[in-house]
């Protein structure tokens, strides 16, 4: 399936039925007095977070979404039916905006989450609405309501724990396939990685996270050279990212540390370019192909002294397996330190009431 993550579409809601002006006509009544029914209500249209989509590629065709009108009234006290709704179900981590004014709507980040793109119209009134008693015969009536029309921009951002940067080549789809159960394509070429690939890292029976390997970066990323750019938007939900280094050469005359350095740094400009946040995000460094190193020790307090890097390392070879085991079981345990942490901000957050609080008093009266 062809991975999508930005689409635009139009939603227009249905607009509500006509009231009727009717009255009522028997043999034997000769006053039989209004019974003009109200109309229905337009059917309105919702987008609901569905974790079974991955992509936005069912919209990038079917651009035009409308719901039908409601139905008019009609006499004897019939009312208009009222349009079905049209749900139209998006990849968990969908932000919507208004594409006119770039306004964001939503972000549908939870499963089965429920929002109203467009709301359908009111059904007008028929003419039972209208009789008083100075008012026996009333002909009024009212028109049903026309339904909201947006233009939207739909916006993926996949949501992942941990993502994955590095140079094409890095060994990026090499990693996520060892530790997850994602399948991408693995080659000894460059931009092998057309789309973003999410896996599942399974630690125990009852621990997960989630992992996300783009495509690799090369300079210049952030102004829209070769394929990485356009998914740097889904390492924005990610809580640690793991920078992969290439730290093996089969040329001799090639200076390792100084490549990899010139990558490195690289890649943290492109990051620091495109969004501030992302590139304040913790990072992992992972040197990859550690087992065509002969002496890996010196190459890696080189490599650190040369990037001034003070924060993790860890070495690896996605091909062999290689130190994957502490690094998947690291990055579960600082996964859940955070998570642990957010509870208990969430819970500091949270208003602490007395009883005596009037808000639960429930002899207060609501004016």
């Not at 920078?243 to 740094?265: F, I, Q, R, Y």
């Not at 859940?336 to 808000?359: F, G, L, N, V």
């Amino acid at each position: 399936m062809k991975f999508v993550d930005e689409v635009v579409i139009e939603v227009r809601a249905g607009k509500g039925g006509n009231g009727s002006a009717s009255f009522r006509r028997e043999k034997f009544i000769p006053k039989g007095g209004p019974d003009g029914g109200d109309g229905g209500r337009g059917g309105s249209i919702y987008a609901v977070a569905d974790r079974n989509i991955n992509t936005l590629v069912d919209f990038r065709y079917a651009r035009l979404h409308q719901a039908k009108n409601g139905e008019n009234g009609r006499g004897s006290d019939q009312y208009g039916a009222a349009a079905p709704d049209i749900t139209l179900r998006v990849p968990v981590g969908t932000i919507i905006y208004d594409d006119e004014t770039g306004e964001q709507l939503y972000d549908l980040d939870r499963h089965d989450q429920k929002v109203v793109l467009a709301k359908g119209g009111q059904g007008g009134l028929g003419n039972i609405h209208f009789k008083s008693s100075t008012n026996r015969a009333p002909r009024q009536f009212t028109y049903g309501e026309e339904g909201e029309q947006k233009k939207l921009r739909l916006e993926l951002k996949v949501l992942a724990d941990v993502g994955l940067l590095g140079m094409p080549n890095a060994g990026k789809s090499t990693l996520i396939s060892h530790i997850s159960n994602a399948r991408p394509k693995i080659a000894d070429y460059p931009f092998t990685t057309l789309y973003p690939n999410l896996g599942v890292v399974r630690t125990s029976a009852s621990k997960s996270f989630v992992v996300a390997d783009i495509p690799g970066l090369v300079e210049g990323a952030s102004e829209g050279v070769g394929l990485g750019h356009q998914f740097l938007r889904h390492l924005q939900r990610t809580r640690v990212l793991l920078h992969l280094l290439d730290v093996s050469s089969v040329d001799p005359s090639v200076d390792v540390v100084e490549t990899a350095t010139n990558d490195a740094k690289a890649i943290v400009e492109e990051l620091k370019r495109y969004d501030e946040t992302l590139y304040e995000k913790p990072r992992w460094l992972v040197l990859n192909k550690v087992d065509m190193v002969e002496d890996f020790e010196d190459l890696k307090k080189r490599l650190c002294e040369r990037l001034n890097w003070k924060g993790p390392v860890y070495a690896v070879s996605a091909l062999t397996g290689q130190g994957l085991d502490k690094l998947t079981w690291d990055l579960q345990e600082y996964l859940d330190q955070m998570k642990a942490k957010d509870i208990q901000e969430a819970e500091q957050a949270a208003p602490d009431y007395e009883p005596s609080d009037p808000r639960f008093n429930p002899n207060r009266h609501n004016i």
